[in-house]
Every structure is written in structure tokens, then in C-alpha cells.
């Protein structure tokens, strides 16, 4: 698409969507709507039914028929492969349509969004590919009369809660593998950026996907978020968002003891030795702090500097914030969009707001930006910080740094590690056997050596300690969505037991 004025890509009346059951859309009807404002320009872009637990409960039902007659679950994997190399390609055909709905609702930069949704269509490619990888196991040891397989198997029915910051990349870094496995899913987005939830249930429907495997109910996480977690025929339940509520998940499922893969919050360090080039390291931190708004769960917002280059480093970091171009989400420049919510606006100031209250010092940024509409926070940078106040412990999720400094490599690991997060990583220099030795302490599950925020679907994704449990993407994002089954085979006649 050309690069068209910005307001003239704006909806000129809200998008009424349904939500999708079956194979098909259903209208909201009596139902109430949330009416969705772009957060980069305050202008209504979206409607979405309110659903209910009765229309949950109608999914899930869809969703096990599709399951236990095996019109996807028993299908040789060449033709799941299939569906998903078509959904690829026409995710390509309408990149610009999902791109924009995506910077609509969640107030990224449209940049960003194109890149993403390019980067969706090549994981479903991958996922294709690793569906007909999927293999089980032979064991020929067990002596002459026995014969032992190792089979994987789908796990079921699937309820997949995604959050608002990577509305479409988050969905697509899931659906495909859990697809590829041979599952069904019912799908909860956000109910402030629902739109390309909605839009993928099209794609899947026109690559060939069967009706019930892939199901849509919108709604708020307190109602259809809590009874998909408590919901007795859900199998699995794939959870992305806070910690607390990732606890609370937890809780939840107890009650038919479904499996769990939780991608939860994230104080991630980004650790920069006095021997690194610290002109690349300084715009990898900028970028790592900076992208998709500072919003983002493996966002690097724990700056930890060598001491003997810290103040220097400092400068060269706020000297990149300054020029970072902050600004409407449809401005093919701009680099840092709009704060998602209102809410999370408020969340990230109030901890700058104690950042300055706690001692740390202010080094930039720091400010509410008034561009008439909108909610925009200036790239904000932290001095003086200490490992016990506030902003340098909570996941602020916003575009906040703070700088700690160390004097060796055991007082580096020691910080990185002071937090109850384990999510992702990045270290900055040009020593191996120190790239090395931080890699291999530094508990997370993501880890960056002289970069940040780079990968492919290749890699599995997921966190230590309370950032989460099990990973996504990889072949391990497909067997995750896989139970195991021995299976034992007697060779001939068996031995009696009662003669």
C-alpha cells in the first residue's frame, strides 16, 4: 500500500465484527459491543461483542466435535501442512488489511505492524514444516518378545488467551504449532484489540481449515477468560499476560487438572561490558527498551553497566532516545507509537512518577507528550537506580530504563539474576568466555548475545521462574500441544500366567 496521509487510513465509523463459532460468524445480536478507540488518535475503530459464558460454552463444543471425530486430529500431517502453507500466503495477500487493523487497536507503529504480519505468514510456513516432523519413538532393547513404540499424540481441545501488545504476532506464534499438532482451539483476545483474532478465523477458513478447529469468543478476561480457565472439557489452556494473572490461571485449573503453558511477565537485563562496541550497544539498548513502546514482556528494561563506562554509556544512550521518533502509529517514520490503554498510561507514569520519588535520577524523557489525541510517553532513562526501589524491580511494561552499574562479571550475574522474573536476556561485549559464562548463569529463558529482540520461529520461547511455564514455537512448540503415549507389543505368543 501506498504511504497514504495518516488520518486519511483512519475508519470513517467503527468496524462492527461478531465473533466466530463453527466455521462461522455469529452476529452479536442482543449482545453489548465494546467500542474500541485507536489509542493514537482517540477515534473509535472497533466494536466487538461482549460474549457470554453460554456462547464460550458453544465453542468448546464445536471444538471437541472438530477434536473427537478427526476431521483435523487423525488427518495425515501433509494436509494440516497444507492448510497452514495456505493460510501463509493469504496472511501475505492481506497483509496490509491485518497491518493496519493491528496498528488501529494497539497504537504500534504501522512499520512495526507490516514487519510483524510478514513475519506471521513465515511462521505458519515453519509450522507447516514442523508438522510433518513430528515423529514418536521405537525401542528395540526390550528382548525378543517385546517391542516398544513411543507415540505422540494431539492433546485435545485448546483455549488460547492472548493479551493486547502483539495482538497478532502472539496468536501466530501459537495457533499454527498447536494446529500443526493436530489440536482444536478456542481463541480469547484482548477485548481492546480483537480485530486480527477475528481476521485470522477468515484466513484459516479460506486456507481449508475444517469448520469448529479454530473458534473466536471476544469478551472481558474476568468473564470469558475465567471460565475458559475453570472449563471442565479444555484441555489445555495457553495463557500470555501478567504474572499475577498467570497465578491465578493456575488456581483456576485445578479443577480438571488441564495443562498449562504460561508466557508471563518480564524485568529483563540488558548487560553491557566496557568492551563491547558500545555505539551498537547503545542503539540495541535504545531499540530493546524502545520497541512496541517499551510494551513488550521481553522488553530489556534493566540497563547493567560496567561501572567504568557507565556514565559515558549513559549519554550515548539518552543521546539515542533523543533522536527516536515518537508519534502517530500511522506515519511510516514514526518509531515509538501510542500506550496501548489509558490504564497502562497511567501505570507507566505513576512508576516514573516513583522512580523520582525513590532518589533515582532522571537522566531524560520522563514526560506525558501532547499531540493534541492520544496517549504518548516520552523513551524515559533512569541514573542512580538501586536493585530495591520500584522501577528497577516491577515490569513496568513501558518505555522506562534504568542503569545499575557493577564492577565484575560475578556482580553482574548477581543483579541480573535479583528478580522473581527468568523471561529473556541480552549481554553486550566482545569477550566469548564472557558472553559465554553470563549466558549460562543468568536465569531466562531467552537470551541475546550482542543483539536484542532478533530470532525466528525456529527457537522455542518461554521463561524460568515466574515468567512462565513450557515454550512455544520450535518442534518444541509443536510437541508441547502433544501428550505421550507408550505402547507395548508382544512379539508371538506370551508366556502363561495360569498354566
Known amino acids: 500500500m ?15 465484527f461478531g465473533f466466530f463459532v463453527d466455521g462461522k460468524v455469529v452476529e452479536a445480536g442482543s449482545r453489548p459491543y465494546f467500542e474500541r478507540q485507536s489509542p493514537g488518535h482517540s477515534v473509535a475503530v472497533t466494536r466487538i461483542p461482549k460474549c457470554t459464558r453460554d456462547d464460550l460454552d458453544l465453542a468448546v463444543a464445536a471444538a471437541r466435535r472438530a477434536f ?36 488501529l487497536e494497539n497504537g504500534k507503529p504501522i512499520s512495526q505492524a507490516r514487519a510483524e504480519v510478514d513475519g506471521c505468514a513465515g511462521i505458519f510456513e515453519y509450522a507447516a514444516g514442523a508438522a510433518r516432523a513430528l515423529h514418536g519413538d521405537a525401542f528395540n532393547n526390550l528382548g525378543d518378545r517385546l517391542f516398544g513404540l513411543v507415540t505422540r499424540e ?28 493436530g489440536c482444536t482451539i478456542v481463541a480469547k483476545p484482548s477485548e481492546v ?27 472481558s478476561g474476568s468473564t470469558i477468560g475465567q471460565a475458559m480457565t475453570e472449563h471442565m472439557d479444555i484441555d489445555m489452556l495457553s495463557f500470555t499476560g501478567s504474572t499475577s494473572v498467570g497465578r491465578r490461571c ?5 479443577g480438571n487438572f488441564k495443562k498449562l503453558g504460561l508466557e508471563l511477565g518480564g524485568k529483563n537485563p540488558q548487560i553491557v561490558f566496557a568492551d563491547a562496541d558500545l555505539e551498537d550497544a547503545a542503539d540495541g539498548v535504545a531499540f530493546g ?57 497511567d501505570t507507566i507514569m ?30 524515559t532513562l533512569f541514573g542512580d537506580v538501586t536493585g530495591d526501589m520500584a522501577i528497577a524491580r516491577d515490569e513496568i511494561f513501558g518505555p522506562v530504563l534504568s542503569i545499575m552499574p557493577f564492577d565484575t562479571v560475578e556482580e553482574a550475574i548477581a543483579i541480573a539474576n535479583d528478580t522473581v522474573y527468568g523471561l529473556a536476556a541480552s549481554v553486550w561485549t566482545k569477550n566469548i568466555d564472557k558472553a559465554l559464562t553470563v549466558t549460562r548463569r543468568v536465569r531466562a529463558g531467552r537470551f541475546w ?26 518442534i518444541y512448540g509443536v510437541e508441547e500441544y502433544t501428550q505421550i503415549k507408550s505402547v507395548h507389543i508382544e512379539l508371538g505368543k506370551r508366556e502363561p500366567w495360569v498354566s
Open 449 to 474: 548475545v550482542n543483539t536484542t529482540l532478533a530470532g525466528g520461529p525456529e527457537l522455542p520461547l518461554g521463561g524460568f521462574k515466574q515468567s512462565g511455564w513450557g515454550r512455544e514455537a520450535g
Open 2 to 16: 501506498e504511504n497514504r496521509p495518516a488520518n486519511s487510513l483512519l475508519p470513517p465509523e467503527p468496524r462492527t
Open 289 to 345: 527498551i524502545g520497541f512496541n513502546t517499551g510494551q513488550c514482556c521481553v522488553s530489556g528494561s534493566r540497563l547493567i553497566v560496567e561501572r567504568s563506562v557507565a556514565r559515558a554509556f549513559e549519554e550515548m544512550v539518552a543521546a539515542k532516545f533523543a533522536k527516536v521518533k515518537v508519534g502517530d502509529p500511522l506515519d511510516p517514520e514514526t518509531q515509538v507509537g501510542a500506550i496501548t490503554t489509558a490504564a497502562q498510561n
Open 154 to 181: 494431539p492433546i485435545g481441545v485448546v483455549g488460547l488467551i492472548t493479551p493486547w501488545n502483539f495482538p497478532f504476532l502472539i496468536l501466530c506464534e501459537r495457533v499454527p504449532f498447536i494446529l500443526a499438532a
Open 68 to 103: 473427537e471425530d478427526g476431521r483435523w486430529s487423525r488427518i495425515p500431517s501433509v494436509e494440516r501442512a497444507s492448510v497452514l502453507l495456505r493460510a501463509a500466503q493469504i496472511i501475505r495477500r492481506r497483509a496490509e488489511e491485518i497491518a493496519l487493523w493491528e496498528t
Open 250 to 254: 493456575v488456581q483456576a485449573a485445578t
Open 350 to 379: 505513576t512508576y516514573i512518577a516513583k522512580g523520582r520519588a525513590e532518589g533515582a535520577r532522571l537522566v531524560c524523557g520522563g514526560d506525558q507528550l501532547d499531540f493534541g489525541r492520544g496517549h504518548y510517553i516520552a523513551p
Open 193 to 219: 484489540t480483537s480485530a486480527t483474532t477475528l481476521i485470522l478465523a477468515e484466513v484459516l477458513a479460506e486456507a481449508g481449515l475444517p469448520a469448529g478447529c479454530y473458534n473466536v469468543v471476544t469478551g
